[in-house]
């Protein structure tokens, strides 16, 4: 299987990978089971590992049955898909894990880097016939063609059939293809055609910061994409961006989450520390808990304030693309400060995580923990609630102030109230774009879970 962050991730793929650092030493070379493959990459001694580890380190290890033949499953990502159904959860009808899963090798170490290798666009359906890029990477071949969030899509590949019931045949060109040809319409009218062909990037999550001054408001706009990537690069713009926002003063704050499927805990930690009022500093953050066989991985963290950034409200632009890491981090802000969500759609809902386990030239993730805040809230699996529910505003770029996703903040933080509510038309195409947006990545990865 050929690495691809959109291509290869598919529906069975879309995860939580909460991977909590274990302090004392590393988990995965702790676990109970001796391997069975003694380094052998066979089929057979693959697969008795993996549900060997599965039996063990699995947050619902004991509901996996006697009889469960791993030998009967392609290989040790078909055996995690497998065990998901054994996942039951008190207040839940169905299986709650949709996502322990199994990845060579090589493909993990590229997609935890954050680099990708594809046209670097991301769209969705702004209604029935009007596809709209979503988000461009910089340093993408889209980012460098000048492509924007924003310009509509009229053709691609040579069809103007881009309708949602179209909708493979787009996730299909723009994930899974070496080249393609796109008919852009730009905000301005104007028509330009682009051949783009795919190629490795590192990508920069951090899209837009702006300040704005409203009234008597000075509003700071955060526009943040994966907790994945160049950690000393995202540390350090965390640091030039909250800075700069407490430096001019700003009263109220917007982080715009939207699309971001997760990342890094530890840059979670970091953004969570600089986000955090004084009042939190040296109080908890989060827990972990592991299954009865490993409490004594169990974990605690705490906040430990940076900045002089001090705000009792902070408003987060969400959806159902908005995952783990980026739960996780509104989750622990929670006890702390007024947390407003505002979005097309509540969050996707991942309270629980995992960590690379080896096993030959794979790694496997089956779900270890659970986690939850100072006040133990956690069991979002159904995602976080919005406060309040308008349309993604597919047609503007970031961090415009027409944008309806920021104009309805905007509206509450200088008058009190929100502007608009979401059109019947948008909630009916959301189950479309999420076609659209499965093959994108949504965990949250902890690098010193592995020495």
């Not at 000048?146 to 691609?156: A, C, L, Q, S, Y």
């Not at 059939?161 to 996730?171: G, P, V």
């Not at 350090?236 to 997760?262: H, K, M, P, W």
């Not at 980026?326 to 309270?351: A, H, M, R, W």
Request: aromatic share 12%; proline share 4%; net charge neutral.
């Amino acid at each position: 299987m050929q690495f691809e962050k959109k291509g290869v991730l598919m529906a069975s793929l879309v995860m939580l990978v909460l991977l909590q650092a274990c302090k004392k030493n590393d988990l995965s070379n702790n676990l109970n089971p001796s391997p069975t493959n003694n380094g052998s990459n066979t089929s057979s001694a693959l697969k008795d590992t993996t549900i060997n580890y599965s039996r063990d380190i699995y947050l619902w290890y004991n509901q996996i049955p006697a009889g469960f033949n791993a030998q009967s499953y392609a290989d040790p990502n078909a055996i995690m898909e497998g065990i998901r159904q054994y996942s039951t959860e008190p207040g839940f009808s169905t299986p709650v894990d949709k996502w322990s899963f199994a990845m060579k090798k090589t493909e993990w170490d590229n997609l935890s880097s954050g680099v990708s290798g594809d046209f670097g666009i991301n769209v969705f359906f702004f209604k029935e016939g009007d596809l709209r890029v979503t988000s461009v990477e910089r340093s993408s071949p889209a980012g460098a063609a000048g492509i924007r969030r924003g310009w509509r899509i009229t053709k691609i590949n040579g069809s103007t059939d881009i309708t949602t019931s179209n909708a493979n045949f787009i996730s299909n060109a723009v994930w899974s293809s070496s080249t393609g040809s796109f008919t852009f319409v730009k905000p301005d009218g104007s028509s330009i055609d682009l051949n783009l062909k795919s190629a490795s990037y590192q990508e920069h999550p951090v899209y837009v910061d702006s300040i704005y001054t409203i009234n008597s408001k000075k509003i700071g706009y955060f526009s943040f994409n994966s907790f994945l990537g160049d950690t000393t690069e995202l540390y350090n713009e965390f640091a030039r961006v909250f800075n700069r926002f407490a430096s001019s003063g700003i009263t109220d704050l917007v982080v715009d989450l939207r699309y971001n499927g997760g990342g890094y805990v530890t840059v979670q930690e970091k953004l969570a520390n600089w986000l955090a009022p004084s009042s939190a500093n040296g109080q908890l953050m989060m827990k972990e808990q592991f299954n009865d066989k490993y409490t004594q991985y169990n974990t605690t963290d705490y906040f430990q304030k940076l900045g002089a950034l001090n705000l009792a409200k902070i408003y987060f632009i969400v959806s159902h693309n908005t995952a783990s890491a980026s739960e996780l981090l509104i989750n622990n802000l929670k006890p702390f400060l007024d947390v407003q969500l505002v979005g097309p759609s509540k969050t996707y809902g991942k309270p629980v995580g995992f960590f690379p386990i080896p096993v030959g030239d794979w790694y496997i993730f089956p779900v270890s923990f659970r986690s939850t805040n100072k006040n133990a809230q956690g069991n979002y699996f159904n995602g976080m609630d919005l406060n309040n529910q308008v349309a993604d505003g597919l047609d503007k770029d970031w961090g415009d102030i027409a944008e309806s996703c920021l104009q309805t903040v905007l509206s509450n933080i200088t008058t009190g109230a929100y502007r608009t509510s979401i059109a019947r038309e948008t909630i009916q195409i959301q189950s479309v774009n999420d076609v659209l947006a499965t093959p994108e990545f949504k965990g949250a990865i902890d690098p010193r879970k592995r020495k």
